[in-house]
């Protein structure tokens, strides 16, 4: 009598790790993910357990496939930093992220974006924000009880999860860190960079010019016969 083994269910599931879909349509919905993506990165960069992702897929139910979807950008807090090939909850302590972004662009259709809203709400999403880069209009919704409600008021709203401040003004919209300091992109914070750079060159050549001048000086009393260090 042969006796056959058990084999796992999840065993025979493959998660895929793409979906076929494009992580951005254009340039305009590419930079701002990138933005905001990097920007909470550098934000949470010295907690461990605050893990920031881009198109990545979420798959909350163990032994399904099917039931998935790729936030432009999601941020679970209690989770730690690493790589990923998909968000599957059940290996993360089954905690579903808190925090999703997503960004618009013309080809998205209002079905699709109806049908994320629904997963985002029945899968646990605490916070969600919906920016449309063209036409500069932010929406958000917030958790209560089992519904995501939207936020009346988004001017100046503050995340109670992230502590980040969304203000919006006729060009476009701003996002600023607890601390005050704004989103940057990666181009702003290179020449913020280079401009700090240049300051601590300019403060050290300032200070090498200083130090060379009281030398200078220093010799030429000393031919008077007179010592700074014995004043």
């Known amino acids: ?54 198109d990545l897929l979420w798959y909350p139910r163990q032994g399904d496939n099917k039931i998935r979807q790729a ?19 059940w290996e993360e302590n089954n905690m579903a992220p808190q925090v999703v972004f997503e960004i618009l662009s013309p080809g998205n259709r209002l079905l699709e974006m109806a049908k994320k809203f629904k997963f985002y709400e029945h899968h646990g999403i605490e916070e969600y924000y919906l920016y449309d880069p063209d036409k500069i209009d932010l929406q958000g919704w917030l958790r209560q009880e089992n519904e995501l409600t939207v936020i009346e008021d988004i001017e100046n709203w503050v995340s109670p999860r992230l502590g980040i401040k969304f203000e919006l003004n006729a060009e476009t919209l701003a996002i600023f860190r607890p601390d005050g300091d704004k989103f940057l992109t990666f181009v702003e914070l ?25 030398r200078m000086l220093e010799e030429k009393l000393k031919e008077l016969g007179i010592d700074l260090n014995n004043l």
């Open 1 to 54: 009598m042969t006796q056959s083994l058990s084999v796992p269910l999840d065993a025979t599931i493959i998660y895929p790790e793409k979906d076929g879909k494009p992580m951005s349509d254009n340039t305009k919905q590419f930079r701002w993910i990138v933005v905001i993506k990097e920007n909470l990165e550098l934000l949470f960069a010295d907690n461990p357990n605050i893990f920031v992702a881009g």
């Open 71 to 89: 936030p432009d950008i999601m941020i679970v807090i209690g989770r730690p930093k690493g790589d990923r090939g998909s968000y599957r909850q």
């Open 190 to 214: 290179g020449k913020l960079k280079e401009q700090e750079t240049k300051r601590a060159d300019d403060l050290q050549q300032q200070l090498q010019q200083e130090k060379e001048q009281r």
